[in-house]
């Protein structure tokens, strides 16, 4: 279940959304983004890991034209961003973005007309409107809470609305910032699963995160941030062998690594198993290992 | 918090709100109706809360919680109208009296404010304000209003609650621990407010950006069933309760004393 090579990986068209030498200094002076380049392929999971600080969310602000780089270009499907009214209207259509804070993002008084307000925006009638907010919600688990008023709910069931008000948009490119903070166990199953779910209809997702086991986890690829500039870009299945990058990030290796090689080392697996993505892969593998040859394994 | 509760947990929730809406607009008709005499704006009264507490399933209790300070201001009003101060030049004191005009007044005002009282509890007792400003939408009010009213209805809640975690990250921290320590956490807690006010505010700006809100917010008005059905059963209670308040004023045209 959460091994990657489990998960069925659309076929990909190169680059949808690109970020190119992008260069942003906020009004007080501080440096946003400085050179930042960064490519995110078609139907690919993307994870941003970076330090606080180091320009995720100015990163995402730019993706939908929320913010003019002072210099380089923001590309979607190979197209420089427009940044005229139609243009900019064409990019958060195709382009969603969920913010960390769903109290910074939801401002209706209920969770299905706040839903609505992005589907109205596109200018659809109130039927495909309906349709889609009902759709957005069932695919956050929320359809039952679609009356409730929004200060009623809790954090995770305001950070879900929030998801579902940008699905209802139905984005081709998802970014989310930070969507796991906040969240207890389950409720980050459940967006996993989600998440699972939009990959698996061919969305192209890039989140923001400081958490590497769950990058290593989920994602495709890893693009790391620092001081304002993506600074590796990193295929997850190869992540082992650049602990170098991620150290000059200020990252480690994620934990599911350092417990494989220290299996391998025992003689526990074989050195030519494949990288599990996380613990309960790991344990999962062991099971069945102990299972299908009970008297050699010692686990 | 008290009304919010009672608008989303009434038994006329579903109900329309443009026919709940009408039936207070006759309230308030019946209120003006009937001031005049007493019986009749009593009479009212009760027919309204007695529709709030019954029809609508809203607790006695909460009922006057939600009331109480409504009628504080109505008590001191009509006392105020009933007894004026008046100073005695020859003896040089004050005294406390009451005139028959002023008690009619204050009757008047009272029981007119009374009968207001019950029709706009009626309403927003069993109306959800999102409900009401979809509503006002269909009326077709200015758009600028409705979004101000969207926002403040969501800020209010946003603020109270950033409110509330500032209050406490203070007090744990001692910061009302003697009377000039309150004063100084209480000025530092409206300093911090405003420049919260100020993050949300552009921090819902760019939300609204993102999801490419470029002016008016626009919302899916809520389905209702049976509109019709509910309206003109409002529409009959409503003209009951006016005819009720013109009751008086219709006897004495046909029979003058």
Same mark, same amino acid.
């Given at each position: 279940?959460?091994?990657?090579?489990?998960?069925?990986?659309?076929?990909?068209?190169?680059?949808?959304?690109?970020?190119?030498?992008?260069?942003?200094?906020?009004?007080?002076?501080?440096?946003?983004?400085?050179?930042?380049?960064?490519?995110?392929?078609?139907?690919?999971?993307?994870?941003?890991?970076?330090?606080?600080?180091?320009?995720?969310?100015?990163?995402?602000?730019?993706?939908?034209?929320?913010?003019?780089?002072?210099?380089?270009?923001?590309?979607?499907?190979?197209?420089?961003?427009?940044?005229?009214?139609?243009?900019?209207?064409?990019?958060?259509?195709?382009?969603?973005?969920?913010?960390?804070?769903?109290?910074?993002?939801?401002?209706?008084?209920?969770?299905?007309?706040?839903?609505?307000?992005?589907?109205?925006?596109?200018?659809?009638?109130?039927?495909?409107?309906?349709?889609?907010?009902?759709?957005?919600?069932?695919?956050?688990?929320?359809?039952?809470?679609?009356?409730?008023?929004?200060?009623?709910?809790?954090?995770?069931?305001?950070?879900?609305?929030?998801?579902?008000?940008?699905?209802?948009?139905?984005?081709?490119?998802?970014?989310?910032?930070?969507?796991?903070?906040?969240?207890?166990?389950?409720?980050?199953?459940?967006?996993?699963?989600?998440?699972?779910?939009?990959?698996?209809?061919?969305?192209?997702?890039?989140?923001?995160?400081?958490?590497?086991?769950?990058?290593?986890?989920?994602?495709?690829?890893?693009?790391?941030?620092?001081?304002?500039?993506?600074?590796?870009?990193?295929?997850?299945?190869?992540?082992?062998?650049?602990?170098?990058?991620?150290?000059?990030?200020?990252?480690?290796?994620?934990?599911?690594?350092?417990?494989?090689?220290?299996?391998?080392?025992?003689?526990?697996?074989?050195?030519?198993?494949?990288?599990?993505?996380?613990?309960?892969?790991?344990?999962?593998?062991?099971?069945?290992?102990?299972?299908?040859?009970?008297?050699?394994?010692?686990? | 918090?008290?009304?919010?509760?009672?608008?989303?947990?009434?038994?006329?929730?579903?109900?329309?709100?443009?026919?709940?809406?009408?039936?207070?607009?006759?309230?308030?008709?019946?209120?003006?109706?009937?001031?005049?005499?007493?019986?009749?704006?009593?009479?009212?009264?009760?027919?309204?809360?007695?529709?709030?507490?019954?029809?609508?399933?809203?607790?006695?209790?909460?009922?006057?919680?939600?009331?109480?300070?409504?009628?504080?201001?109505?008590?001191?009003?009509?006392?105020?109208?009933?007894?004026?101060?008046?100073?005695?030049?020859?003896?040089?004191?004050?005294?406390?009296?009451?005139?028959?005009?002023?008690?009619?007044?204050?009757?008047?005002?009272?029981?007119?404010?009374?009968?207001?009282?019950?029709?706009?509890?009626?309403?927003?007792?069993?109306?959800?304000?999102?409900?009401?400003?979809?509503?006002?939408?269909?009326?077709?009010?200015?758009?600028?209003?409705?979004?101000?009213?969207?926002?403040?209805?969501?800020?209010?809640?946003?603020?109270?609650?950033?409110?509330?975690?500032?209050?406490?990250?203070?007090?744990?921290?001692?910061?009302?621990?003697?009377?000039?320590?309150?004063?100084?956490?209480?000025?530092?807690?409206?300093?911090?407010?405003?420049?919260?006010?100020?993050?949300?505010?552009?921090?819902?700006?760019?939300?609204?950006?993102?999801?490419?809100?470029?002016?008016?917010?626009?919302?899916?008005?809520?389905?209702?069933?049976?509109?019709?059905?509910?309206?003109?059963?409002? @529409?009959?209670?409503?003209?009951?309760?006016?005819?009720?308040? @013109?009751?008086?004023?219709?006897?004495?045209?046909?029979?003058?004393?």
């Amino acid at each position: 279940m959460n091994s990657r090579s489990a998960a069925p990986i659309p076929p990909r068209n190169g680059p949808l959304l690109e970020f190119d030498a992008l260069r942003y200094r906020y009004d007080d002076g501080t440096a946003g983004l400085d050179g930042c380049s960064l490519s995110v392929q078609s139907g690919s999971r993307n994870a941003l890991i970076g330090a606080n600080g180091s320009g995720k969310t100015t990163l995402f602000l730019h993706a939908n034209g929320l913010l003019r780089p002072e210099a380089g270009e923001v590309r979607y499907a190979g197209t420089p961003l427009d940044y005229r009214r139609a243009g900019l209207r064409a990019a958060r259509t195709h382009i969603g973005i969920v913010f960390q804070n769903p109290e910074h993002q939801l401002f209706s008084a209920n969770v299905r007309e706040d839903v609505s307000f992005g589907p109205l925006n596109l200018g659809l009638d109130t039927a495909t409107v309906s349709a889609r907010v009902d759709a957005a919600l069932a695919a956050v688990g929320m359809q039952t809470l679609a009356e409730r008023p929004v200060h009623n709910l809790s954090f995770g069931q305001k950070k879900r609305v929030a998801i579902a008000g940008v699905l209802a948009m139905q984005p081709r490119v998802l970014l989310l910032d930070e969507p796991m903070a906040g969240l207890d166990a389950r409720m980050q199953d459940d967006l996993l699963a989600l998440l699972e779910r939009l990959h698996h209809d061919g969305m192209t997702i890039l989140l923001a995160t400081h958490d590497i086991d769950f990058a290593y986890r989920w994602a495709d690829q890893i693009h790391l941030m620092a001081a304002g500039r993506c600074t590796a870009t990193l295929a997850t299945a190869s992540l082992a062998e650049h602990a170098d990058a991620l150290a000059a990030a200020g990252l480690r290796l994620p934990d599911v690594i350092h417990v494989q090689r220290a299996l391998v080392a025992h003689g526990v697996l074989p050195a030519s198993a494949p990288a599990a993505t996380c613990l309960s892969d790991l344990l999962a593998r062991l099971e069945r290992l102990r299972s299908n040859a009970p008297s050699t394994a010692s686990v | 918090m008290l009304i919010e509760q009672a608008a989303y947990a009434n038994r006329w929730r579903t109900v329309t709100p443009g026919a709940k809406a009408l039936f207070a607009g006759c309230g308030l008709v019946a209120a003006f109706l009937a001031a005049a005499t007493p019986w009749q704006a009593a009479a009212v009264t009760t027919c309204l809360a007695l529709v709030t507490l019954v029809g609508a399933g809203i607790a006695p209790r909460l009922y006057l919680r939600v009331a109480a300070p409504a009628l504080g201001f109505l008590a001191i009003g009509c006392l105020s109208l009933t007894y004026s101060l008046n100073f005695d030049s020859d003896s040089g004191g004050l005294s406390l009296a009451a005139s028959a005009s002023g008690r009619t007044q204050a009757l008047e005002t009272g029981a007119r404010a009374l009968t207001a009282l019950a029709a706009l509890l009626f309403l927003v007792l069993s109306t959800p304000l999102s409900d009401l400003i979809a509503l006002l939408r269909r009326l077709q009010m200015p758009e600028i209003l409705l979004d101000i009213m969207v926002l403040c209805y969501r800020t209010l809640f946003v603020f109270s609650a950033a409110l509330r975690d500032i209050h406490t990250a203070q007090a744990a921290r001692l910061g009302y621990a003697a009377p000039r320590l309150a004063l100084r956490s209480s000025a530092l807690l409206l300093a911090g407010l405003v420049g919260q006010i100020w993050q949300r505010a552009h921090a819902l700006h760019l939300a609204a950006e993102a999801r490419n809100g470029d002016g008016p917010l626009r919302f899916l008005a809520p389905p209702f069933r049976h509109a019709r059905r509910d309206t003109t059963i409002a @529409a009959l209670a409503g003209l009951a309760l006016i005819a009720l308040a @013109a009751s008086a004023r219709i006897a004495a045209r046909w029979h003058p004393a």
